[in-house]
């Protein structure tokens, strides 16, 4: 079973920048889609980004386009997702998602990613 271990997240002032990893504990599909979903409390989970190996293609969530930055490294089985210019908007449990080769229509659908990590906390809050 695929572990997925998340990093990096906390609590951060409007406006500023945060950066978070996920490490998969081994290479489960030759050429992987890893991504990042969002969820808070009474709402559905929302996609936020995702790239497929290689950085070969990417895709964003409509509310995040232009401040945040997914990337990769396929040697390490590891995706990041560095946060800019955050607003109280983000805050959020964000979630690593991992999964076979997805088409770019699909990268942003839940059922493309077979292992989800824990989840881990963003608040923006001054």
């Known amino acids: 079973q695929v572990q997925l271990l998340e990093s990096g997240g906390g609590l951060v002032q409007p406006g500023g920048s945060l950066r978070l990893a996920c490490a998969a504990s081994e290479r489960a599909f030759s050429t992987y889609t890893m991504g990042w979903f969002r969820q808070v409390p009474g709402k559905e989970r929302e996609f936020v980004a995702a790239i497929r190996w290689r950085g070969y293609a990417t895709h964003y969530g409509d509310s995040v386009k232009g401040r945040f930055a997914i990337a990769t490294d396929n040697t390490k089985n590891t995706v990041t997702l560095q946060m800019n210019s955050l607003n109280t908007g983000d805050t959020a449990v964000y979630y690593c998602?991992?999964?076979?080769?997805?088409?770019?229509?699909?990268?942003?659908?839940?059922?493309?990613?077979?292992?989800w990590g824990q989840g881990i906390q963003v608040t923006v809050s001054s």
């Open positions: 998602a991992y999964g076979p080769y997805a088409i770019l229509s699909a990268m942003s659908l839940q059922s493309s990613f077979r292992h």
